[in-house]
């Protein structure tokens, strides 16, 4: 770090005056300062030092007031160096505080009280039940150092003397109790206990508002901490001025009779919180006086549909009746629904069942019903529902949207840091592009993913580099790139443009995916230099006839892209119009789709592609509009190749605008030479492990300058099948043990073969 960032830092660190306010630094970027101190990548004044330190303090404590042994060892650090900060001084008498309040943690103070009417049994009960919490935290109270002088450590002062007072009166009163005496003092004790608890209100009253509100559960707060869902957190803070608003309106006196009700449509992708949203509004709900609890009851199919008639209904009815008072929430709710089930399905059970639960006058207004699920799966499957769609009106639909790709990353040094990790700034530019690698289709998990992959990072570190106890703490907590080196794909072993280089013939194919190769690589180069790059057309039309190599260069030329950086995957898939077309209506869409899903990151190779078009009233023309469609959508993780011959492949492309506009580059497989086909077939006899004679080597010769044959390479590996099988029966009929003459192929081999596959005449 130059001195002028240096100098930024430091300013920016002593910034920090009090623990009232939010360090100028993250947690994370003090993590990686006191890294760079300690690694002397960085020099600091021994006041800053004493500052970052104090700042991971304030962090940790924010986070939980408990104590740990991490804090102490913190700020022993921060002491090491001399004149110490005021914010060391304010979080180490914090510190103290917290340790103080906690003790009161599991205490029967603020709900405890006895009554005259208790019969003495009960009194003796219940006071030695609270004597015995006293011992318990005045034993703590003994090892704990007493604070300075502060409004806080006189109030702390007081309360250790009101409960040496109440200790008193209740050994006074247990002793009356025992002796059948009367005039025990019950209604000063209940006053001493209010006043302690008072007290201890007024304690934690005095704390810095950043940590009272990290301790309390606001569920606008915690909505507020969630990364992202801008638009989210407008609406719910809207949504909860509204119920506000309506609830002050009922205490005037005012009725709604078209009220929208507590029942939620949360739609979303996986892992973008909708069951977190979900819990925060039953939080809102019980706040606001709206729901008697706030639990959540979580349930999907498998909870609901039974499995013979009736049960479904009695499986639903027993969830509402757990849900009373709080909410019901439906996981993949769309799936009692299904494609194509009939009218008396069990999934029809549960829908029409929590219909009638939720307007019934048994449980109607009881609890609250949340229904989630992917978006486009709900919208439909409240279309095919009217009875329970008009439950939930439009303004109780809340869309979450898919993380950003800046927000994927601050939710992995969130999750990091709740573990008690922190990632390096190397580590996090290559954990970016692993996340990235895993935003291939929609089932990408979101936040769970992430949570996933950081989960998994740290289970490399943890199994791949034990560390010694004795080790700086540091070392425990930092996730660098080498820990991340297990988590990427393989590299392919061999060099996809290698692979390219050694195929035999196809020299105008390899300079056309040469020159595609070289054009994606320098426009990736721009792109990370920040210059504009030029948009990458990268859909083919191969066409050519069978045997040409059309499948072997869609494999390559996929491992190029993917080595490239363009595809997150990389891998090949080959479909035919029986892959993509249906026989009814609606159905090639679906299976346009999902095969075009399981391409997504790599290359989807069409075999035969001119076969989809049959004619305006065929199926055909559907699988291509939905492809169109889907190639415009998934622009940038998928390369579309159609394949097949040329003739036919220019009439398809030219019968189409959409794909006329899409396939801009066509690469023409010519058949192989005659020289070619020999060396073709030389590589897969050795490929076999066989050889072949002079006289079969000239037999081919021949035959390959003679005769025109189809499907090129394709013919010589049916052709090299044959002779290994003549070989194999002429072999049978010898007395021959030699093993290398079952090596050996030879002409008459060959020949039996070409006249088994082309016939006598060729």
Known sequence: MNTENNYKLETTIVEWKTIHSIPPLKEVEVLRNIDAVQKQNLSLSSTSISILYSMLVFYRLKRSFNDDR???????????????????????????????????????????????????????????????????????????????????????????????????????????????????????????????????????????????????????????????????????????????????????????????????????????GKTTIARLLAAIYYELGLLEANHVTEVNRSHLVGSYVGQSEENTINFVKQSIGGILFIDEAYSLKREGQSGNDYGQAVIDTLVSSMTSKEFSNRFAVILAGYPEEMRQFLWSNPGLRSRFPEQNHIALPNFKMDELIQIAENTAIENDYFFTEEALNRFESIIDQARVDETFGNARTVRDLVLK????????????????????????????????????????????????????????????????????????????????????????????????????????????????????????????????????????????????????????AYALFRGEKDFGKEAIDTLVDEMTKHNENLVVILAGYKNEMKQFIASNPGLESRFKKYIEFEDYNNEEMLQITKYHVAKYQYEMTDEARHYLSDQFKQFKVDGNARFVVNLIDEAIQFQALRMGETDDNDWTAFKLLTGDDFKNAWITIRGNNH
Not at 104 to 122: G, M, Q, V, Y
Not at 228 to 256: A, D
Not at 551 to 561: D, G, K, M, R
Not at 572 to 596: E, H, P, W
């Open 70 to 272: 991490i804090t102490d060892i913190l700020l022993e650090e921060a002491k090491k160096y001399d004149d110490p900060p005021t914010t060391l001084i304010e979080i180490m008498e914090m510190k103290s505080f917290f340790n103080f309040y906690s003790t009161f943690k599991d205490s029967t103070l603020e709900d405890w009280s006895i009554r005259e009417t208790d019969f003495d049994p009960a009194k003796l009960k219940k006071i030695n039940e609270l004597l015995s919490d006293i011992d318990q935290i005045q034993q703590q109270h003994k090892t704990m150092k007493e604070a300075e002088n502060s409004p806080l450590s006189k109030l702390q002062g007081k309360i250790v003397e009101e409960l040496s007072i109440l200790k008193d009166n209740l050994y006074d009163a247990i002793e009356m109790l025992e002796n059948k005496k009367t005039g025990v003092p019950i209604q000063q004790l209940n006053n001493q206990v209010k006043k302690i608890v008072q007290l201890l209100s007024d304690f934690y009253n005095q704390f810095p508002e950043v940590f009272r509100s990290s301790m309390t559960k606001d569920p606008l707060v915690e909505l507020e901490g969630m990364v992202g869902l801008k638009e989210v957190k407008q609406y719910i803070h809207k949504y909860y001025h509204y119920l506000q608003y309506q609830k002050e309106r009922r205490t005037i006196g005012f009725h709604m009779v078209d009220e929208p009700g507590l029942h939620m449509i949360i739609t979303g992708n996986p892992g973008t």
């Open 457 to 608: 990072a740290i289970f490399q570190k943890g199994a791949t580099k034990p560390l010694s106890a004795q080790e700086n703490w540091l070392e425990h907590m930092r996730i660098d790139v080498n820990d991340l080196d297990l988590m990427e794909d393989d590299v392919t072993e061999q060099n996809p443009m290698d692979q390219l280089e050694r195929l035999i013939g196809l020299t105008n194919v390899k300079q056309e995916v040469r020159k595609l190769s070289s054009f994606v690589r320098i426009q990736q180069q721009r792109k990370q230099a920040g210059l504009p790059k030029v948009p990458v057309q990268l859909h083919a039309v191969f066409s050519g006839n069978p045997g040409t190599g059309k499948t072997t260069v869609a494999n390559i030329y996929s491992e190029i892209l993917h080595e490239c950086g363009l595809l997150k995957r990389g891998h090949l898939v080959i479909a035919s119009r029986s892959d993509l077309v249906a026989g009814f209506v609606g159905q090639t869409a679906i299976k346009t789709k999902q095969k075009v899903r399981e391409a997504l990151g790599g290359v989807l190779l069409i075999d035969e």
